[in-house]
């Protein structure tokens, strides 16, 4: 058994009933403000740091200390 095109509409029309047209917008709103924040997020960690770091000079000093 598939899915065919009239469960489709069924529920499609059944979650517009229910949610109404207003609720369903606003929330797909609230979901792309997230996605863009969240791109937004990413996209300044990565410019923060300028200059790449050498782990393992690092480790050799850690290593000299103890």
């Known amino acids: 058994m598939s899915i065919g095109i009239w469960q489709i509409a069924i529920v499609v029309i059944l979650v517009v009933l229910l949610f109404g047209r207003g609720k369903i917008s606003s929330l797909m709103g609230d979901v792309a403000k997230g996605i863009k924040s969240f791109k937004k997020g990413m996209a300044s960690d990565v410019t923060d740091d300028n200059e790449p770091k050498n782990i393992s000079e690092e480790n050799k ?6």
């Open 61 to 66: 000093d850690l290593d000299k200390k103890d």
